[in-house]
């Protein structure tokens, strides 16, 4: 990341930790979960605590750019990287987590959502 970015993240970061009754979702497709995206997901709960991050991921495949599977992906990071299991879950779309977001009151709880999207380069 640039400065710019890294500034921006750090300030949308500090201004989250403020909040009270505060979730965080890492959603992506992680195809599959490496070492880049662990080291957000540990950056996240070192920031937040291990009992306020999540990590959304779907079930879609495709032979080409999705090969795996949520309970492959699942099976990548909880063995893996440790991430525990109870921190995975299947989410339909992860632009909206509600299998997620169901589990809090959304008028007490606020949600901080990071998305993982690969940039292609032509």
């Known amino acids: 990341m640039n400065e710019l970015s890294n500034f921006l993240v750090e300030s949308i970061l ?4 403020k909040v009270e009754n505060l979730i965080v979702v890492y959603s ?3 195809q599959p ?3 880049g995206h662990y080291a957000t997901y540990s950056h996240l709960v070192k920031k937040f ?13 495709d032979n080409k750019k999705s090969p ?3 309970k492959e992906k699942k ?3 909880t063995t893996m990287f440790g991430v ?3 921190r995975i879950v299947e989410v339909k779309n992860p632009y909206v987590p509600t299998e997620i977001l169901k589990k809090f009151d959304s008028d007490t709880t ?3 959502l990071l998305l993982v999207r690969r940039m292609l380069v032509d």
């Open 28 to 30: 992506g497709r992680f």
């Open 84 to 86: 525990p299991s109870n």
């Open 49 to 61: 605590g291990k009992d306020k991050v999540y990590i959304g991921t779907s079930n879609k495949t």
């Open 110 to 112: 606020d949600l901080l």
């Open 68 to 70: 795996f599977n949520f």
């Open 75 to 77: 099976q990548i990071m």
């Open 14 to 17: 500090l201004e989250a930790a």
């Open 33 to 35: 979960f490496h070492k």
